[in-house]
């Protein structure tokens, strides 16, 4: 099994912030579930942060389907690492939603060279196991 952590920027469609996020949750959700895939969201007016567990191939799949979403732009893998269990396995998706904090955080991240990444992810994993 492994864990990976992203950062993506959002694109607004229309200030509709609230929609996007139902729009993406609620199906999430039910193809997590079918993946065997644990994970959380963290959602921003500006930005989505997700950390998500689980093999390699679902992974794989999921970060092709989110690359694919008009609603992401510039997405940044943040962290990949095997891992023994699942710090998440009570989500199929947790969300938290808007944070002044979270959006500082990862728009730090989106805007970092690739030798930081690693500063960015232990401050965003953090915050991700904290809310869900």
């Known amino acids: 099994m492994e864990s990976l952590l992203y950062v ?3 694109q607004s469609r229309d200030g509709l912030y609230i929609r996007d996020v139902e729009d993406i949750v609620s199906p999430a959700r039910t193809r997590n ?3 065997d895939v644990t994970g959380a ?3 921003t007016p ?3 942060a ?3 567990e689980g093999s390699r191939t679902a992974l794989d799949e999921l970060l092709g389907s989110i690359g694919r979403d008009e609603r992401h732009t510039d997405m940044r893998l943040i962290h990949l690492e095997p891992q023994a269990r699942r710090e998440l ?3 199929s998706l947790a969300y938290s939603g808007d944070s002044t904090y979270v ?3 990862i728009t ?3 805007a970092a060279p690739d030798f930081e990444m690693e500063t960015h992810f232990a401050s965003i994993r953090a915050l991700i196991m904290m809310l869900a």
Request: no cysteine; aromatic share 8%.
């Open 8 to 10: 993506s920027s959002r």
């Open 33 to 35: 579930a079918a993946l």
């Open 41 to 43: 969201l963290v959602a």
């Open 46 to 48: 500006t930005h989505y």
């Open 50 to 52: 997700q950390m998500l």
């Open 89 to 91: 396995a009570r989500w």
């Open 103 to 105: 959006a500082q955080l």
């Open 108 to 110: 730090a991240a989106i």
